[in-house]
T-cell receptor, first 114, second 116 residues
Framework: GQQLNQSPQSMFIQEGEDVSMNCTSS?????WLWYKQDPGEGPVLLIALYKAGELTSNGRLTAQFGITRKDSFLNISASIPSDVGIYFC??????????????FGTGTRLQVTL | DTEVTQTPKHLVMGMTNKKSLKCEQHMGHRAMYWYKQKAKKPPELMFVYSYEKLSINESVPSRFSPECPNSSLLNLHLHALQPEDSALYLCASSQSAGTVSGNTIYFGEGSWLTVV
């Protein structure tokens, strides 16, 4: 199925550094969701964005819904070892009266070194 | 409380077995989903149930049979699976099936399936 372009694919950073990742799409979305997935676990919702231009924070995480509705970014400030995992963006198209599908990005694998 | 509970956590089954994966949510959500996820890949949608009716079937082989007994429960019946069906199976739920704005999808922890 369709996937969003998510970059970077992987990152190795040092503890304390800031991290930035983004997703772009050729079509517009009404909702952007950011998930983190640890090995062997299901994706955990980090931040949900519902409005173009919206900037939302959750602790050290900040995400923005792009003004064109075709992109979103996630920033992590002052990374710590437990930030390790795979981060997925996901977009949901405008409602059409029928069930719609969540489109996932390809994931960003984050590894934090001490 | 945003919890989706899946059982079992791990399942090993032979190609001739019949087994089921179960999912439960008590958030009053009216949409429930099954996703399949292979290692290092994003989740892939299999089925969407909206108000207990099947809304989307992503051309999933008939050896996977979903069932929604009520608004809180979702099952995935498995029969005559192949080794390539081994994957993490994720259940998810949301307030609606994307028919309104502001729809947020919450995932369970997943069921690891190994077909031998």
């Amino acid at each position: 199925g369709q996937q969003l372009n998510q970059s970077p694919q992987s990152m190795f950073i040092q503890e304390g550094e800031d991290v930035s990742m983004n997703c772009t799409s050729s079509s517009i979305f009404n909702t952007w969701l950011w998930y983190k997935q640890d090995p062997g676990e299901g994706p955990v919702l980090l931040i949900a964005l519902y409005k173009a231009g919206e900037l939302t924070s959750n602790g050290r995480l900040t995400a923005q819904f792009g003004i064109t509705r075709k992109d979103s970014f996630l920033n992590i400030s002052a990374s710590i070892p437990s930030d390790v995992g795979i981060y997925f963006c996901a977009g949901q198209p405008p409602p059409s009266g029928t069930a719609s599908k969540l489109t996932f990005g390809t994931g960003t694998r984050l590894q934090v070194t001490l | 409380d945003t919890e989706v509970t899946q059982t079992p956590k791990h399942l090993v089954m032979g190609m001739t077995n019949k087994k089921s994966l179960k999912c439960e949510q008590h958030m009053g959500h009216r949409a429930m989903y099954w996703y399949k996820q292979k290692a290092k890949k994003p989740p892939e949608l299999m089925f969407v149930y909206s108000y207990e009716k099947l809304s989307i079937n992503e051309s999933v082989p008939s050896r996977f049979s979903p069932e929604c007994p009520n608004s809180s429960l979702l099952n995935l019946h498995l029969h005559a699976l192949q080794p390539e069906d081994s994957a993490l199976y994720l259940c998810a739920s949301s307030q609606s099936a994307g028919t309104v704005s502001g729809n947020t999808i919450y995932f369970g922890e997943g069921s690891w399936l190994t077909v031998v």
